[in-house]
């Protein structure tokens, strides 16, 4: 009696299927950040030297967040949701991003091919797309720009308010993208203590600040089940050895055929971020720029990428470059 009760079942198929369809699907993001599976509460930190590809990878992902799956019949393969990109570098430029989004438009109805002689022989101005989808896609995206630690927070705590007014619209927020997390860490740090109005309120240190921009992105993942992703920039140490280390990334790995046969090598660098912020972060990938340069179809040298997985720890690196139109692999 005790083995047919074990054995009976308590719910349904169609209560199963119905649990296990509601959850969080993973994030299907372009290269190199389609290695690992990335869900809603994740935290994806971008590290790597200037320049890396870091911000580029960003707008790729928030291009692909506010894209919709279907329009008009034409697949683009999106998410149709809301992107809130907070700028800490204040570098962002507003027209590359409008650029790439229209580049993205135009090459949902036409071929690789067809795109890559369009944006050799067209100029900027001149690329087809549809300009109701356009418009739609950016109003999707949310861009803040912040010029201390202080605003930064600021930002944060009202976030809460603006995903909920989007909510009611009909709209779901998917991404958090912060560029650059470690914008104000040498700011802050150069100063003993930062700065509060009233003599009554607590000092903030450097750890504290940061502590609460975890705390808070913690209360917005929680409360709005989204994807982060913050790009942090990279200090490396002895440059003799890191050439030599890049110079052994280029030797042949028969062993692993799907890294295009280039050996795994964690590259050393100095993490300067406390750490209330390291043990926050769930996934982090390595990017590196590589003395190499390839000539592609429109008579252009493109530099070339290196891109390492730390957090989950992967056996080999990717080689990709960088074009208006997307991401490359290199083999």
């Known amino acids: 009696m005790e083995a047919k009760g074990w054995i009976s079942g308590d719910e349904s198929a169609k209560e199963m299927l119905g649990r296990v369809l509601s959850r969080a699907r993973p994030f299907l993001l372009l290269p190199p950040l389609h290695r690992v599976p990335l869900r809603p509460r994740n935290v994806l930190e971008i590290v790597g030297p200037s320049p890396s590809a870091k911000t580029h990878l960003l ?12 329009w008009n019949g034409v697949h683009y393969g999106g998410f149709d949701g809301f992107v809130i990109f907070i700028d800490l570098d204040c570098r962002f430029d507003i027209f590359r991003f409008s650029h790439l989004l229209k580049l993205r438009l135009a090459s949902g109805s036409i071929s690789e091919i067809d795109r890559e002689q369009n944006n050799s022989t067209k100029e900027r101005s001149s690329i087809a797309y549809d300009e109701e989808l356009y418009t739609l896609c950016m109003r999707r995206f949310l861009y803040v720009r912040c010029y201390d630690s202080f ?9 809460h308010y603006r995903i909920q007014k989007e909510k009611a619209y009909g709209t779901c927020v998917h991404m958090l993208l912060i560029d650059s997390i470690g914008a104000f860490h040498w700011i802050d740090r150069a100063s003993t203590c930062l700065p509060l109005r009233g003599n009554n309120r ?3 240190s450097i750890q504290t600040v940061l502590e609460t921009v975890v705390q808070e992105i913690r209360k917005l993942l929680l409360l709005h089940p989204m994807l ?4 942090k920039a990279t200090l490396f140490g002895n440059r003799a050895m ?47 720029p590589s003395d190499d340069h390839l000539a592609v179809s429109d008579d252009q040298n493109h530099s070339v990428y290196f891109s390492e997985w730390l957090l ?9 470059i960088v074009k208006e139109a997307g991401v490359f692999f290199v083999a």
């Open 228 to 231: 982060a992703i913050a790009t």
């Open 242 to 288: 890191n050439e030599a280390k890049c110079r052994n990334l280029r030797k042949p790995d028969t062993s692993n055929s799907q890294s295009g046969g280039i050996t795994a090598l964690q590259l050393p660098y100095r993490e300067y971020m406390p750490s209330v912020w390291q043990t926050f972060v769930t996934h982090r990938i390595l990017l590196r």
């Open 151 to 159: 605003e930064f927070l600021a930002t944060l705590k009202t976030l």
């Open 202 to 204: 607590k000092s903030h």
């Open 59 to 70: 707008i790729q992902a928030a291009l692909t967040c506010v894209l919709p799956v279907d």
């Open 312 to 320: 989950p720890s992967l056996s080999f690196l990717d080689k990709f």
